[in-house]
């Protein structure tokens, strides 16, 4: 019988509380193993703030969007720092065999290191982005593409009603998964992505073409870590990083709504649909995902198979090393770009 510990890193993302059930409900079903769950991500195994997790605690949560647990980017080894010693300590007073930590490449970041100093540790790949690699998805992000499809069938009908350009900026950090998927399911008539700089003179150009040969009206979706071609456009970056380094993106949809107005006279305007994106509950295919890799995990940390984060292949799921997981994000396929660029105009 095992004492496992979990905690919910980063951004939070529908289907965190399916992942913490299923952990849950599978370690009891098995050899009736307990549960600690870390509250704010690492800096609750830092500050020893932990709740007991049990079937009656995290009855009812498959639906919820959000963690019961909080989360945080708090990291341990920010500023040239080494937390591994009061995390180890925290495991110790708490009697943790494993620990399972749900997050991205920030939170499962820290769980490598603890790895590396013989802490066992089992990864749980989270992020509406879906940028990890290892994995070929993360729950969360059907979630958030079904999200941004449903307000880009919104601003469909206001867009052709006023013959308008409507900028739409979705989340993604530096990969146009989100922008993409979504893109197509709602029809866009340009996608920019960050993986593909874009010229501003060519996405006018592109507007223009289409306005002319009929529709008045445009659909433009813009990943939020999209960035003209250099010197091509001055954008307005912001400089706040959080614990981990990252810039603050978002914006960008701003500047194109100005450009694109500026330079066609076509009335445009802007939304963009920041933290919507994360709210809420998840979709079905992200509850079945996410309860999936929560046995998995559960299966590896009772097998002792450690330094391992679960993913899904094809239709498996698997477990492969965090070090392979995290050796690379998982950029936007450009075969997946290249049929959205059909149906652009
Ligand atoms: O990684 C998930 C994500 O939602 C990104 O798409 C976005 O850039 C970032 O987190 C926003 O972070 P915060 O919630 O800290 O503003």
New binding site residues.
Partial sequence: MARIGLLTG??DCPGLNAVIRAVVRRGLAGEGHSFVGFRHGWAGVLADDAIELTRESTAGILPRGGTILGTS?TNPFADGQDGTASIRRTLEARGVHVLIPIG?EDTLGVALRLHGAGIPVVGVPK???NDLGGTDVTFGFQTAVQIVTDAIDRLHTTAESHNRVMVVEV???HAGWIATHAGIAGGADAILVPERPFSIDEVVAHLRRRHERGPNFSIVVVA?GATPREGTLQTHESTAT?AFGHV??GGIGVTLEREIEQRTGYESRVTILG?V??GGTPVAYDRVLATRFGVGAMDAAAGGRFGVMVALRSTDVVEVSLAEALREPKLLDPALYETAQLFFG
């Fill in positions: 980063g951004g980017r991205g992020t509406i982005d989340m993604g950090r939020e959080d603050r993106l933290h994106q994360r």
